[in-house]
């Protein structure tokens, strides 16, 4: 018998069953009436991810098990496909939960829905703008960067890159005429180690010179990585937490919920019933792919914005709520029995909660013992004025009820991970609603927002 640890502990199989085994224990451990549930996949996800990155990060070449150690560490501890595999899962099957009652949602809350999209995502690019200011970092980069992370915005990380790449080509060119104080910084972004100086970086070539670009685009996704994690347990905790803190009557938001969507429905004429199938997996996997696809077309929105599209996220969600709204095509039926998807739904929120913790436990870590904790405390304050702006605006301007305003503050700040655990906390797939009317609208305000931040002086 021939059994090779290394092998095994960094199979990704086998870190991503054990996030999840112990994840569901922790998440039911109660603090109170309080407790983790699906959540506790990502803590546990986060502790195993820093625990088997730091492990690998000790073999030498040479050693037994260093190829196996390589191919894990190369992958970001999970290889990405998984992620976006149970992400695209678990979005379509929140979306047809929620897609019967969408006319209804639109109709009663639709241009709500909208101001909110853009308030949070322009909120949360103030915050991050006065952090760069403010900031003891000499590369604003990085924390530009973390305001794609804190919305856990990949397309918003994919806009960041783009701009940061033209805003420091125009420093380079500009570099000659820029005062002494821009010329420092430029200097320690192009060479952290502090040997180059404004004379000797005259004499440089355009190869070196062009590194500059490339450590912006860097710094970005390292804003971005550490900011990730960070964005998506604010969003947790603001979840669970903000009831309490307000003191909300969560059964009363229900009922108040209910009334308020029974208006709706009969007020949206020409509603159709269809009876709901078992499961179809013919039309699963049709929402999916459609969902998908969709999220691919790009869509150019002029100079400024560029190239605009929804992702995997956006497009499984817009995807899946447009067929589960139009119910049936011929014998596929998209109306699929609630119990069902929410195993679905369950099982696919669990592991990708596990894969966001493994592929970003290291930099989490990394940040709080102290490379980063001034990016993490960056991403956590751009998270909490987000949701602060949205709550206060949403709740005391807009008189929204808490199922829907749980499900448009997630949307708002674009967390797939704090939808779950808004759904998970009210035991109800209704927030899912505000989720799909808010995103697109605060997908497209971060892509503009995340230009706009290059645009300023930083």
């Known amino acids: 018998m021939k059994f090779d640890y290394v092998v095994w502990i960094t199979s990704p199989y086998i870190l991503m069953f054990l996030a999840i085994f112990t994840g569901i224990i922790l998440g039911n451990i109660k603090i109170g009436k309080f407790n983790f549930g699906a959540s506790g996949c990502l803590f546990t996800g986060l502790f195993i991810g820093w625990v088997v990155y730091r492990y690998g990060l000790g073999f030498q070449e040479g050693e037994k098990g260093y190829q196996a150690v390589q191919n894990m560490l190369t992958a970001g501890v999970i290889p990405s496909t998984f992620f976006t595999l149970f992400l695209i899962f678990f979005v379509v099957a929140v979306g047809l939960l929620a897609a019967k009652d969408l006319g209804a949602v639109l109709k009663k809350y639709g241009l709500k829905f909208v101001i909110l999209g853009f308030l949070i995502t322009l909120s949360s690019a103030m915050a991050t703008y006065g952090m760069v200011l403010l900031g003891p970092s000499d590369n604003p980069y990085e924390i530009s960067g973390v305001y794609t992370g804190a919305l856990t915005s990949s397309p918003g990380l994919a806009a960041a890159i783009e701009t940061a790449k033209a805003h420091a080509t125009e420093r380079v060119i500009a570099y000659e005429s820029v005062s002494i104080e821009d010329k420092q910084k430029f200097i320690k972004i192009l060479d952290p180690s502090g040997e180059l100086t404004p004379e000797t970086l005259m004499t440089l070539n355009t190869e070196e010179r062009s590194q500059f670009v490339r450590n912006a685009e860097a710094g970005i996704g390292l804003g971005y990585a550490v900011a990730y994690p960070f964005g998506v347990l604010v969003v947790i905790l603001a979840i669970n937490f903000l009831p309490k803190i307000f003191k909300m009557n969560v059964e009363k938001e229900k009922e108040r919920f209910k009334q308020e969507m029974t208006e709706a429905r009969m007020a949206v004429k020409g509603r159709k019933e269809i009876a709901e199938t078992n499961f179809d997996i013919i039309a699963f996997t049709i929402a999916c ?54 195993v679905v739904r369950e099982l696919s929120l669990c592991f990708f909660l596990a894969i966001v913790g493994l592929r970003y436990g290291y930099q989490v870590f990394d940040a709080i013992m102290g490379t980063g904790v001034f990016l993490a405390l960056t991403s956590l304050s751009v998270g909490i004025v987000g949701i602060l702006v949205g709550y206060l605006v949403g709740r005391y301007v807009f008189k929204l009820n808490w199922i829907m305003l749980a499900g448009a503050i997630c949307g708002g700040m674009t967390s797939t991970p704090g939808l779950g655990v808004a759904i998970d906390s009210l035991e109800s797939d209704d927030p899912a609603a505000g989720y799909g009317a808010v995103y697109p609208f605060a997908l497209l305000g971060m892509v503009l927002f995340t230009i706009l931040l290059h645009r300023l002086p930083m």
């Open 289 to 342: 792919f459609f969902g998908y696809s969709i999220g691919t077309i790009e869509i150019y929105l002029g100079s400024l914005l560029g190239y605009f599209s929804l992702g995997a996220t956006g497009g499984a969600l817009i995807g899946s709520l447009i067929l589960g709204y139009i119910g049936k095509i011929g014998f596929i039926n998209f109306r699929m029995n609630s119990k069902i998807l929410s």
